[in-house]
C-alpha cells in the first residue's frame, strides 16, 4: 500500500526537527566536553599518565644558544678608549631537563625540584668549545668595583693579590673553560680565607646551572582549581624573595615559566618567577599565530620589563638603578657588579649602544618571546634571550683596572629555545585542533541537514496540498456533468483523478459507466 506524501512530509520534519536538535545541543554541549578534557589532562596528575609524563620529563627539544662578546682592544680600554667587540657563536647546547623529588600535599599543591644538564652540540655551533674568546675578567673588574669603598690599603691589598696570581683585567681562555669552569688559584686562595664568597670549585659562568637545579618549587596542581594550576605557591620554601626594595618587587608571581593555567584570552599576560633573574617577570600578548598548524598567542617582553625606576615607577624596588634596559642583579649575585638585560642592549636606552663599539639590536634576534596554545596553556615555541653585562671602571688603588672609562660591558649573551615537534606535536594537534574541529563541523552539519530536511518535507507538503486542491475541483466538475461539452473531456478529467491518488471508485475510461456510453 502506497505511503501518502503527507506522512512523509511528518516523518520528514520529525527527523529534520531531531536532527537540528541535536546539532544544537552539539553546540553547547560540545566546547564543554572539550574543555572537560583538557582540564583532565592540563592539571598536574599522576592518573593522567601521557600528561604527568611529559610534564615529568619533558619531551620537548630544548637548546641554549650561548655568543660570546669578544673584546678585540683590550690594551686601548685601560688607556680609556671606548671597548670594541665582536659576536662569536653560537656555540649550541642541547639540554635535559627533568623533574625529581616529587611530593604532592593535601592542600592541592606538588613540590619537585628541577634539575638540567647540558651537551655540546658541535654540528650546531660555530665552532669547538676549544674556540679562544677574550671577555672581562669577572674575578678582578667585579672585585674592583666591590672594593670601591673601601679603605686605599685594602684596595692595594687586593691590587697586591691580583698580581700573585697574575690576574689582569681581560681573560682569555678556550670557550669550554669559560662557560664550565677553569681551576684558579685565586679563587681557592679566596675561599680557604673568605668561605663563602665565591662558589666552592672551578670558576664559570655557567658553573653553577650543569647537573644542578633551580630550587625546590612548590606548585599548585589545579585539582581543586584549574585557574591555579602551576602557579608557584613557594620556591625553596619563601612566599617572597628578600633580593629588592619594595614588596611588590619581592613577590613571587605566576608559574615556573614552564606552563600556564588554560582558557587564556588576549587580555591574559604571562607571569613566572626566574630564580636565574632573582626576581618574577611578565610577558605580553602581541599577535596570533600558528605552529605546526597548532593556533597560538605571541607573548613578548613589555619594553617595560627592565626599564629604570623614573621610566617606570613599579620597578624602582629593583634600583639601585642605571639607564633603562639594566637589571640589577647585585643584590642576589654575592654584591657582583652584575647587570642582566636582554642581548645588544635591545629595548634599552639608545645611551647604551653609544658606550660600546659592535651592538646591533633588532626584535627578530634578540626579541624574548613565547608562542602558547591558550586553551590549554601549554607553550609550543620558546625563546628566552638575555645578556649578562657587568659594569667596569677604573678604582683607585687596584692599578689592574688602569683608565678604564665607567661602562656596563657586555660578556656574553645566551637564548633558550624549545619547541614541540615530531610525535608530540602530532598528538597534540589531533587532539586539541583536528577532533574539535570535526565536532565544530559535525554540530553545524547537523543543523544544516535539519533544516534542509524540514524544508523539504514543507515543500512537500505544500506540494501535496496544492494536487489534494486541484483533484477536488476536477471531482466537483466531474460531479456535474453539465459543465462539460462532451464526454471526452469528463473521461480525461477521470484518468487525471485516477492516476493522481483520486477516488478509486470512479470509472475510468478503460470501463465507461452506463451513463458515460449512453452520452456518447
Known amino acids: 500500500m502506497a505511503i501518502s506524501k503527507s506522512k512523509i512530509a511528518l516523518g520528514l520534519s520529525v527527523a529534520g526537527i531531531l536532527t537540528v536538535v541535536f546539532g544544537i545541543i552539539l553546540v553547547f554541549v560540545g566546547p564543554i566536553i572539550i574543555d572537560d578534557q583538557i582540564v583532565k589532562n592540563v592539571e598536574i596528575n599522576p592518573a593522567n599518565e601521557m600528561s604527568y609524563t611529559m610534564w615529568k620529563d619533558i619531551p620537548v627539544p630544548f637548546f641554549m644558544s650561548v655568543y660570546f662578546w669578544n673584546v678585540l682592544n683590550p690594551q686601548e ?130 658553573s653553577e646551572f650543569n647537573n644542578s637545579n633551580t630550587g625546590l618549587f612548590t606548585v599548585f596542581t589545579g585539582q581543586d582549581d584549574i585557574r591555579k594550576v602551576h602557579k608557584v605557591d613557594s620556591w625553596n620554601g619563601l612566599k617572597e624573595v628578600n633580593y629588592w626594595q619594595s614588596e611588590q618587587c619581592n613577590m613571587i608571581n605566576g608559574t615556573a615559566g614552564q606552563m600556564w593555567p588554560p582558557f587564556m584570552t588576549t587580555e591574559s599576560t604571562l607571569p613566572f618567577y626566574s630564580p636565574d633573574a632573582c626576581r618574577s617577570m611578565e610577558l605580553v600578548y602581541q599577535r596570533p599565530g600558528s605552529v605546526g598548524g597548532v593556533p597560538v598567542y605571541r607573548y613578548v617582553a613589555p619594553s617595560t620589563i627592565f626599564a629604570n625606576g623614573s621610566v617606570y615607577p613599579p620597578n624602582e624596588g629593583f634600583c639601585p638603578c642605571r639607564q633603562s634596559g639594566l637589571l640589577n642583579v647585585s643584590s642576589c649575585r654575592q654584591n657582583s657588579p652584575v647587570f642582566i ?121 505544500t506540494r501535496d496540498k496544492s494536487r489534494t486542491t486541484s483533484l477536488a475541483n476536477l471531482t466537483d466538475n466531474i460531479n456535474d456533468p453539465k459543465g462539460y461539452s462532451n464526454g471526452r473531456e469528463r473521461q480525461a478529467d477521470l484518468y487525471i483523478i485516477n492516476n493522481a491518488g483520486g477516488c478509486p471508485l470512479l470509472p475510468t475510461p478503460d470501463s465507461p459507466s452506463p451513463e458515460l456510453s449512453g452520452m456518447e
Not at 148 to 156: A, L, N, S, T, Y
Not at 188 to 204: A, E, I, Q, V, Y
Not at 345 to 367: C, I, K, M, R
Not at 448 to 455: Q, R
Open 77 to 206: 680600554i685601560l688607556n680609556g678608549e671606548k671597548p670594541m667587540v665582536e659576536q662569536k657563536g653560537p656555540y649550541v647546547y642541547s639540554e635535559k631537563r627533568w623533574k625529581d623529588n616529587i611530593t604532592f600535599h593535601a592542600n592541592n599543591t606538588v613540590s619537585y625540584r628541577e634539575y638540567r644538564r647540558y651537551f655540546f652540540e658541535r654540528d650546531m655551533s660555530v665552532g669547538n668549545e676549544s674556540d679562544v674568546v677574550t671577555i672581562p675578567n669577572m674575578l678582578v673588574l667585579g672585585a674592583a668595583v666591590m672594593m670601591e669603598d673601601k679603605p686605599i690599603p685594602v684596595r692595594m691589598m687586593v691590587s697586591a693579590t691580583f698580581k700573585v696570581f697574575k690576574e689582569s683585567a681581560f681573560l682569555t681562555k678556550p670557550v669550554g673553560e669559560l662557560m664550565w669552569g677553569y681551576d684558579s688559584k685565586l679563587v681557592d686562595f679566596l675561599n680557604t680565607f673568605f668561605p663563602g664568597m665565591l662558589p666552592p670549585g672551578k670558576f664559570g659562568l655557567f
Open 341 to 461: 638585560s636582554q642581548p645588544h642592549f635591545y629595548n634599552a636606552d639608545p645611551v647604551l649602544l653609544g658606550t660600546v663599539f659592535g651592538l646591533s639590536p633588532n626584535e627578530d634576534d634578540h626579541g624574548l618571546f613565547i608562542d602558547i596554545h591558550p586553551e590549554t596553556g601549554v607553550p609550543m615555541n620558546v625563546s628566552v634571550r638575555l645578556q649578562l653585562n657587568i659594569l667596569m671602571k677604573a678604582v683607585f688603588g687596584i692599578t689592574e683596572t688602569g683608565k678604564i672609562s665607567e661602562v656596563v660591558m657586555p660578556m656574553i649573551w645566551f637564548g633558550e629555545s624549545g619547541y614541540i615537534d615530531g610525535p608530540v606535536l602530532k598528538t597534540f594537534r589531533t587532539n586539541l585542533v583536528v577532533l574539535p574541529a570535526m565536532m565544530e563541523y559535525m554540530q553545524y552539519t547537523f543543523i544544516g541537514l535539519g533544516l534542509a530536511t524540514i524544508l523539504g518535507a514543507i515543500v512537500l507538503k
